[in-house]
């Protein structure tokens, strides 16, 4: 018997767009990384 095979979608914005409330909350990291990570 074969392993069954799995597939997850996450959807997510364009990273200018996400985590809008946390813009800010840590000074020196820009914007788009933290959002990168938190995805």
Request: hydrophobic share 55%.
């Amino acid at each position: 018997m074969s392993q069954p095979r799995w597939a997850v979608v996450v959807p997510a914005k364009r990273l200018a767009a996400a985590k809008s409330r946390l813009r800010g909350a840590l000074p020196g990291v820009p914007h788009e990384e933290l959002a990168l990570a938190l995805a």
